[in-house]
């Protein structure tokens, strides 16, 4: 039955504008517009930044340019005006600073670029380490356009950015082309270097050899000295044998000398007697002497023959000292102080050059003992034969015994101690030559060690001359194969360096390669969904406040205030079908992106649908205050509901807002059918929409029977004023005049008693409540001013505070209102018979307790 008089009324509604062609022209207009709206906005918002070169800014070069050693001759401001020049992406215009000034302060520019006259010379002191920051000189003009100042900024940062590539690429270039030269030098320098380095490795190479071949020979050397020290020490040991004999001969020689004195003496005293025997004697003692002298002067003669060998081989021993000594000199030299066999070396040829020292003297000393020998030799040769003179001439003239003994007897008795002395002599020399023999023993024995020595300090030397060589092979090696070493092929890469290209990509090392996951081609498009909403609400808007809201009961019988309500809201809901059709339809075909067109439209038609429902609820409901509240809402929709900007750039009271208000979720599902579905969002969106339109249904149902009263106390006023359409508000039955009728049963006086003091004090206090409410309001809206202008970055949400105070004051005053209307009603109860109120209280109980239809209501009132 309920929707069976609500499509009566439907129906109804629509013959009547079949029946009246004029209402179905309006009926056209209210239809199209909104959409109009959708649409020019967004064909007007299509691409406005894609044709920014009308927005003109002025540059002004002022720019005297300058040079450095880096970059040479540079003018960066002309460099910015030849790339300006070629850029179309906004209107530059090139002039003077004055003439710049005037077009920005006049609106013929939006802003003027001034490059300094040392902009150059400051970007230049890098150079020379002063870092002086250059600046841009940016004028822009805020009050001609909201939007231009963000274009122009673009612009300024434009040029910056062009400032800034353009003298990272000229210091770029420099640079990699000295580094590019520097590349080819050093690899001119390494190469070189290899060269230079496997030359020397080579000479260390020979000299290493050659070092090897002296040490081989000093080791033979060293093995012939060996050799000559054992000779040496063999001629040595040979030396003082033959002393000892010669000492053992001059003892027999001295005792012999004894002997012929002691027989001279026997020959003087006997002479005449014994001179045959004597003259016999003599001849014995002279060939006796004769041997023992020759004797003697053969072992001298020996002793001088082994004495001259150990001279030779004493004097080759210091030659190869000497030649062993140059050649570790020579090794020496090859070696750096830094090798840990330096000073090994250096150590040894000290120690050669003190033995050497001393077999120079060694040497010395066995010439000596060599002179002396020969001369003891010729000495007692020169004695033997003047003793063998002697004995002659005694012999010879043995038959003169007188004269001849007197004289030939002294003579040969002093030759004989002439002998005797020499003997003496020779063996105090023999046994002085003989400790010499013994010193020049023990010399050989330290010289011998000091060969072992050397040779085994050659020998360590040869094994890390070895080593050495091993190292230097594989430094060889390494050097040549130096040319494939990371260092040669980096040196390599500098010298093949493009100064060009690395320039530009210094200019702009970084590219964002941009992946758009749900792409939407144009801005227009982007802007679609928050237009379209604000098309449907405006859509929705107009037919209420349009179109007649309270429903007569013309054909239709038993029509309550219910089937009323939905009966009226079909009617809108067709049009709005209407509307959301036609400019959804007309953005697909204004080229509108769309990920799914059935979905879009269809999307527009519920989202319409969802809109009619809140705000002809809040019409229905509220009346004139619900149509106000309609209007609030989408005031606080436009910049809360993250249409144009995300909310997170909004002021904290619109984010607050942002998850209660119907665009927010109109929105989101619109952009899921433009640029693409995400899993479930589409539908989260379109569940919280379906959730608005069930409160707002239950809203307008449950609150268009409660509040009846509230909207026909405004209608009535408003009526008053002569100046605004009102409608004749059905009202139903009010728990509150129930009760009031059940008092005034009771307790008639009491009821009237009461209802007099409520009502006189109401009028006495009603002007003043109202005063008091101004006041109250007013002052809160200073203060919120006051706060305002102390928290300007609180703005948005102090406005919003101030609304919230507005609605308030306005909420108090109807309830003041409404107060006044219920103390009205009351005295007129208490006006009324007993069976009036009888009469009254059951129709009021009906009307509460069942759906009371227009006519009946109409009756009451």
Same mark, same amino acid.
């Given at each position: 039955?309920?929707?069976?008089?609500?499509?009566?009324?439907?129906?109804?509604?629509?013959?009547?504008?079949?029946?009246?062609?004029?209402?179905?022209?309006?009926?056209?207009?209210?239809?199209?517009?909104?959409?109009?709206?959708?649409?020019?906005?967004?064909?007007?918002?299509?691409?406005?930044?894609?044709?920014?070169?009308?927005?003109?800014?002025?540059?002004?070069?002022?720019?005297?340019?300058?040079?450095?050693?880096?970059?040479?001759?540079?003018?960066?401001?002309?460099?910015?005006?030849?790339?300006?020049?070629?850029?179309?992406?906004?209107?530059?215009?090139?002039?003077?600073?004055?003439?710049?000034?005037?077009?920005?302060?006049?609106?013929?520019?939006?802003?003027?670029?001034?490059?300094?006259?040392?902009?150059?010379?400051?970007?230049?002191?890098?150079?020379?380490?002063?870092?002086?920051?250059?600046?841009?000189?940016?004028?822009?003009?805020?009050?001609?356009?909201?939007?231009?100042?963000?274009?122009?900024?673009?612009?300024?940062?434009?040029?910056?950015?062009?400032?800034?590539?353009?003298?990272?690429?000229?210091?770029?270039?420099?640079?990699?082309?000295?580094?590019?030269?520097?590349?080819?030098?050093?690899?001119?320098?390494?190469?070189?270097?290899?060269?230079?380095?496997?030359?020397?490795?080579?000479?260390?190479?020979?000299?290493?050899?050659?070092?090897?071949?002296?040490i081989s020979d000093i080791g033979v050397t060293l093995s012939a000295g060996e050799s000559a020290l054992d000779d040496?020490?063999?001629?040595?040991?040979?030396?003082?044998?033959?002393?000892?004999?010669?000492?053992?001969?001059?003892?027999?020689?001295?005792?012999?000398?004894?002997?012929?004195?002691?027989?001279?003496?026997?020959?003087?005293?006997?002479?005449?007697?014994?001179?045959?025997?004597?003259?016999?004697?003599?001849?014995?003692?002279?060939?006796?002497?004769?041997?023992?002298?020759?004797?003697? @002067?053969?072992?001298?003669?020996?002793?001088?023959?082994?004495?001259?060998?150990?001279?030779?081989?004493?004097?080759?021993?210091?030659?190869?000292?000497?030649?062993?000594?140059?050649?570790?000199?020579?090794?020496?030299?090859?070696?750096?102080?830094?090798?840990?066999?330096?000073?090994?070396?250096?150590?040894?040829?000290?120690?050669?050059?003190?033995?050497?020292?001393?077999?120079?003297?060694?040497?010395?000393?066995?010439?000596?003992?060599?002179?002396?020998?020969?001369?003891?030799?010729?000495?007692?040769?020169?004695?033997?034969?003047?003793?063998?003179?002697?004995?002659?001439?005694?012999?010879? @003239?043995?038959?003169?015994?007188?004269?001849?003994?007197?004289?030939?007897?002294?003579?040969?008795?002093?030759?004989?101690?002439?002998?005797?002395?020499?003997?003496?002599?020779?063996?105090?020399?023999?046994?002085?030559?003989?400790?010499?023999?013994?010193?020049?023993?023990?010399?050989?024995?330290?010289?011998?060690?000091?060969?072992?020595?050397?040779?085994?300090?050659?020998?360590?030397?040869?094994?890390?001359?070895?080593?050495?060589?091993?190292?230097?092979?594989?430094?060889?090696?390494?050097?040549?194969?130096?040319?494939?070493?990371?260092?040669?092929?980096?040196?390599?890469?500098?010298?093949?360096?493009?100064?060009?290209?690395?320039?530009?990509?210094?200019?702009?090392?970084?590219?964002?390669?941009?992946?758009?996951?749900?792409?939407?081609?144009?801005?227009?498009?982007?802007?679609?969904?928050?237009?379209?909403?604000?098309?449907?609400?405006?859509?929705?808007?107009?037919?209420?406040?349009? %179109?007649?809201?309270?429903?007569?009961?013309?054909?239709?019988?038993?029509?309550?205030?219910?089937?009323?309500?939905?009966?009226?809201?079909?009617?809108?809901?067709?049009?709005?079908?209407?509307?959301?059709?036609?400019?959804?339809?007309?953005?697909? &075909?204004?080229?509108?992106?769309?990920?799914?067109?059935?979905?879009? &439209?269809?999307?527009?038609?519920?989202?319409?649908?969802?809109? @009619?429902a809140i705000i002809y609820a809040l019409a229905v409901s509220f009346g004139y205050v619900g149509k106000g509240i309609?209007?609030?809402?989408?005031?606080?929709?436009?910049?809360?509901?993250?249409?144009?900007?995300?909310?997170?750039?909004?002021?904290?009271?619109?984010?607050?807002?942002?998850?209660?208000?119907?665009?927010?979720?109109?929105?989101?599902?619109?952009?899921?059918?433009?640029?693409?579905?995400?899993?479930?969002?589409?539908?989260?969106?379109?569940?919280?929409?379906?959730?608005?339109?069930?409160?707002?249904?239950?809203?307008?149902?449950?609150?268009?029977?409660?509040?009846?009263?509230?909207?026909?106390?405004?209608?009535?006023?408003?009526?008053?004023?002569?100046?605004?359409?009102?409608?004749?508000?059905?009202?139903?039955?009010?728990?509150?005049?129930?009760?009031? =009728?059940?008092?005034?049963?009771?307790?008639?006086?009491?009821?009237?008693?009461?209802?007099?003091?409520?009502?006189?004090?109401?009028?006495?206090?009603?002007?003043?409540?109202?005063?008091? =409410?101004?006041?109250i309001w007013t002052g809160m809206t200073v203060v919120l001013v006051i706060a305002a202008w102390m928290l300007p970055?609180?703005?948005?949400?102090?406005?919003?505070?101030?609304?919230?105070?507005? %609605?308030?004051?306005?909420?108090?005053?109807?309830?003041?209102?409404?107060?006044?209307?219920? &103390?009205?009603?009351?005295?007129?109860?208490?006006?009324?018979?007993?069976?009036?109120?009888?009469?009254?209280?059951?129709?009021?109980?009906?009307?509460?307790?069942?759906?009371?239809?227009?006519?009946? %209501?109409?009756?009451?009132?």
């Amino acid at each position: 039955m309920t929707m069976n008089n609500a499509l009566k009324v439907y129906v109804r509604d629509l013959r009547r504008f079949a029946r009246v062609p004029q209402a179905i022209v309006i009926l056209v207009g209210i239809i199209i517009i909104p959409s109009l709206y959708a649409w020019l906005n967004i064909v007007a918002f299509w691409n406005p930044y894609g044709d920014t070169k009308a927005v003109n800014v002025a540059v002004v070069n002022l720019d005297a340019g300058d040079s450095s050693a880096l970059t040479g001759d540079l003018n960066v401001g002309d460099q910015v005006v030849a790339q300006l020049k070629a850029n179309d992406q906004l209107g530059w215009q090139f002039m003077e600073k004055e003439a710049a000034m005037h077009a920005v302060k006049s609106g013929d520019s939006y802003a003027a670029i001034v490059i300094p006259k040392h902009f150059t010379s400051d970007l230049l002191s890098m150079t020379t380490g002063d870092f002086t920051r250059p600046e841009l000189e940016y004028y822009v003009n805020e009050k001609a356009n909201a939007i231009a100042p963000k274009i122009t900024e673009v612009g300024a940062t434009t040029v910056q950015t062009q400032i800034n590539s353009t003298f990272v690429s000229t210091v770029s270039e420099t640079l990699i082309t000295a580094l590019e030269k520097a590349g080819v030098e050093i690899d001119g320098h390494i190469a070189t270097a290899q060269d230079k380095s496997l030359n020397g490795l080579g000479k260390v190479m020979t000299q290493i050899a050659a070092a090897k071949k002296t040490i081989s020979d000093i080791g033979v050397t060293l093995s012939a000295g060996e050799s000559a020290l054992d000779d040496v020490r063999s001629s040595l040991q040979e030396a003082q044998n033959a002393i000892d004999s010669t000492q053992s001969v001059i003892g027999e020689v001295e005792a012999l000398v004894t002997d012929v004195q002691t027989g001279l003496v026997s020959f003087t005293g006997s002479m005449t007697s014994a001179a045959t025997t004597g003259s016999a004697q003599l001849a014995q003692i002279s060939t006796k002497l004769n041997q023992r002298v020759a004797a003697a @002067t053969a072992g001298m003669e020996q002793a001088g023959a082994v004495i001259s060998t150990a001279v030779g081989d004493a004097a080759a021993v210091v030659d190869a000292n000497g030649r062993v000594l140059a050649e570790l000199q020579d090794v020496l030299a090859t070696l750096s102080p830094g090798d840990p066999q330096f000073q090994e070396i250096t150590d040894a040829i000290a120690e050669l050059q003190a033995r050497n020292a001393e077999d120079q003297q060694l040497l010395s000393n066995l010439e000596t003992i060599n002179a002396d020998v020969a001369n003891t030799n010729s000495a007692m040769r020169a004695s033997a034969q003047a003793m063998n003179a002697a004995l002659d001439n005694t012999v010879q @003239t043995a038959g003169a015994v007188g004269s001849a003994v007197q004289e030939s007897i002294p003579q040969l008795n002093q030759a004989l101690s002439t002998l005797s002395a020499a003997t003496s002599g020779v063996s105090a020399s023999l046994g002085s030559q003989k400790a010499l023999l013994s010193e020049a023993d023990r010399l050989v024995d330290n010289l011998a060690e000091t060969f072992k020595q050397a040779g085994t300090s050659i020998t360590a030397l040869g094994k890390n001359l070895d080593g050495f060589q091993q190292q230097i092979v594989a430094l060889r090696a390494d050097v040549g194969a130096l040319q494939s070493a990371e260092l040669w092929k980096q040196a390599e890469a500098l010298s093949n360096l493009d100064p060009k290209k690395i320039a530009d990509f210094m200019t702009s090392p970084v590219t964002v390669k941009e992946k758009i996951v749900f792409p939407v081609a144009t801005y227009g498009s982007a802007m679609a969904p928050l237009f379209t909403n604000l098309s449907l609400w405006i859509a929705a808007f107009v037919l209420v406040v349009l %179109l007649k809201l309270e429903v007569d009961t013309e054909g239709v019988e038993g029509l309550t205030v219910r089937q009323a309500y939905l009966g009226r809201w079909m009617l809108i809901a067709t049009i709005n079908f209407f509307q959301a059709l036609l400019v959804s339809v007309g953005n697909v &075909v204004i080229g509108v992106q769309m990920a799914s067109a059935i979905a879009y &439209v269809c999307t527009s038609i519920f989202v319409g649908f969802v809109y @009619t429902a809140i705000i002809y609820a809040l019409a229905v409901s509220f009346g004139y205050v619900g149509k106000g509240i309609a209007v609030l809402l989408v005031i606080m929709q436009i910049p809360g509901a993250s249409g144009i900007y995300p909310i997170q750039m909004m002021p904290s009271f619109f984010q607050a807002l942002y998850p209660f208000f119907p665009f927010t979720y109109g929105i989101d599902a619109m952009r899921e059918t433009i640029g693409g579905f995400y899993h479930g969002d589409y539908w989260r969106s379109f569940t919280v929409l379906v959730f608005f339109a069930i409160l707002a249904f239950a809203f307008g149902l449950f609150f268009r029977q409660r509040l009846g009263n509230f909207a026909r106390l405004f209608n009535s006023k408003l009526t008053m004023t002569g100046l605004f359409p009102s409608e004749n508000v059905q009202v139903l039955g009010s728990h509150r005049r129930v009760t009031q =009728l059940v008092q005034a049963l009771t307790n008639r006086e009491k009821f009237r008693e009461r209802t007099v003091k409520k009502a006189q004090w109401f009028e006495e206090r009603h002007l003043t409540l109202l005063r008091v =409410l101004v006041l109250i309001w007013t002052g809160m809206t200073v203060v919120l001013v006051i706060a305002a202008w102390m928290l300007p970055e609180a703005r948005a949400t102090i406005l919003g505070l101030w609304g919230l105070v507005c %609605l308030a004051a306005i909420g108090l005053v109807v309830v003041l209102e409404y107060l006044k209307q219920n &103390v009205s009603f009351a005295k007129k109860v208490g006006d009324l018979s007993t069976p009036e109120l009888k009469k009254k209280l059951a129709f009021e109980e009906d009307a509460t307790h069942s759906d009371a239809t227009l006519d009946e %209501l109409r009756e009451r009132v």
